[in-house]
């Protein structure tokens, strides 16, 4: 049993930075890997940022070297710093738990999302 508190979402301009925060509780010892996905209107939710337990992060081309995700185990909180903003960046972004596979494609706890929106 996961529980996920997502929060950290505004309004802000393009160029901008916001940061994402993630509150881990509940049975976390057998989390696989954590991290992001958002979802635009009219599209599919899609893989933002991952980090295993290991530390291993991975992230999509789109958000490469503009966002980073970070983990506070002893906190429990993971975070995503996100830079540079960019309209396209606009969408709900939810934090995800995996606790049966490393490689975060199906996530089976989520927050209830938090709405990001980049715009002038």
């Known amino acids: 049993h996961v529980q996920l508190v997502d929060s950290g979402g505004g309004l802000v301009r393009p160029g901008g930075s916001l940061t994402l925060s993630c509150v881990v509780s509940?049975?976390?010892?057998?989390?696989?890997?954590m991290g992001w996905y958002r979802q635009a209107p009219g599209s599919q939710r899609e893989f933002v940022a991952a980090?295993?337990?290991?530390?291993?992060?991975q992230y999509s081309n789109s958000v490469k070297g503009r966002f980073t995700i970070t983990r506070d185990s002893t906190k429990n909180v993971i975070a995503l710093q996100m830079n540079n903003l960019k309209p396209e960046d606009t969408a709900v972004y939810y934090c995800?738990?995996?606790?049966?596979?490393?490689?975060?494609?199906?996530?089976?706890?989520w927050g209830q999302g938090t709405q990001v929106t980049v715009s002038s």
């Open positions: 995800a738990a995996d606790d049966l596979d490393v490689d975060f494609i199906s996530p089976q706890y």
């Open positions: 509940g049975e976390t010892t057998t989390i696989k890997a």
């Open positions: 980090i295993t337990r290991g530390g291993n992060t």
